[in-house]
């Protein structure tokens, strides 16, 4: 059996690493190569994002090792805090505390290349074929499995391909014509500061924080009535530098990514220049004004300094993720696309390759394919379980995350006034049990749950 993974971002070298698990056992022989447009690894590239205690859960099944140096060295942030952007703390939201999900570690903010990297050493531990420098340009459908091309000319057959290309997936136009994300409106901006950049008036009282405290939390969302503003320590190894994180939040009509230094530093200080903080200082556009001479003194030199500009796109909402006969799937964000206000993208990803890997090998055995080499009947049901069992999830996350992101649009007087008012009740009253669903997934029983009630 040959599977082909095009894209190595975080699902796909998820979804290589548990079908290199459960399948070897089954077909020794089987051969997995996943394909990358990037000619070397994206280490060090990225911004930063919150990972959730279910992608924890899932990245230990991957490696316990790499779940310890990831919690080490990332920001444990069990609550956020809320203020709108006269001054005023509307609350304090759970995020996931270690407590309430034993086991993960509870929600951590973190760079994307620092989970990337670790997960990418365990493959690269399990001596996983990855080719770089190889950008699929079709995938198309023949009798006896799927062509996979190259833009280098080269064509290569398999059995299985995963799209896990990301946002603008090459598997998806071609297996599922129509489907595109989409341009949300919403651009992010940020980068990474030390924490000397955010004002001390603005900090809590200990520094490292205590995650256990419930009086306030060092994860700042600020929403005004032009866009959002947020901030986190994404640090918290002792001895390190305690480093911040910061992103703004608009609506815009431009989704290009390389927008002039001068240009973004404009639309931030008319963003907020009057943003105030809850002690009636101006203390985000400091932390914008040092981001901006940070990133002109030094990120030609240093990416670490470097403004980053992210559009947010949106994806309607797919029928299936396989194709009818199982050879083509798609998985991350190629298959439902998370904006960065979900907090869900690494860890719906990483959970899709452990689902669709257990299903597959679960099918093998059943129909016993891997004595008569014949795939076809384990391919298709196992396409079909994997879409049925990650479709409603991941489409009720997406809902949650397109509602959060139209608070960050644009407000007028009323609509501000209504949201700070029932954001501050909810806020009020809202029980730490409110993440279970998404956050207390444990995808490994889920799998076998589902499972009991199959043949
Ligand atoms: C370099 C990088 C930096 C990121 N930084 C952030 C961030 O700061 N904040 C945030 O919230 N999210 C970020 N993301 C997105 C976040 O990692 C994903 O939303 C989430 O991890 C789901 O990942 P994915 O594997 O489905 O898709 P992705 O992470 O987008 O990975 C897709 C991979 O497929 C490759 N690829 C695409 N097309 C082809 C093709 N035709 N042929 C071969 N390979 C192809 C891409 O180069 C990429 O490596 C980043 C993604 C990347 C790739």
Redesign the pocket.
Known sequence: MKIVI???????LTAYHFLHRFLTPLIPDVEIVA????STP?IG?????GLAPNGLYTIKLISEEAHAKILASGFPCAKFEMRNSKGKVLGLMPAGSPERYPGTGGEVMHS?AAI?EEILEVLEGQGAKIQYG????AVTPKEDGVEVSFADGEAVMADLVIG???????VRKAAFPGVEARFEGLVGVGSVVPASAIPKCDLPKEIPYDYKSTKYSPTVMTFGSNGFFGYSPINSKPGDEMRYQWWSTAESTDESRNVPIEEIERQLVERHKDWISPNGEKSIIEIVKFAIQQHKEAAETDRTKKI?V?PNYYMQIMDRYNSTDGRILL????AHV?P?HSGQ??SL?SEDGYVYAKLLAHEIERTKAAQSKDYKDALATAGKYYTEMRKPRNDKVMAVAARAGSQKKTLTWWQERMRDFFFGMFLRFVSEGIQDPVAGYKVDEQVEQFLKNKP
């Not at 095009?6 to 796909?12: A, D, E, Q, Y």
């Not at 590239?45 to 994002?49: A, D, E, N, R």
């Open positions: 095009v894209g190595t971002g975080i699902s796909g394909y990358e447009s990037y994206s590239i990225g911004g930063t994002l994307r990337y190889k950008t699929v340009t896990a290309d990301g946002i603008k997936s090459t980053l992210l998985m991350g964000d190629s998370m960065p993208g690494v990803a």
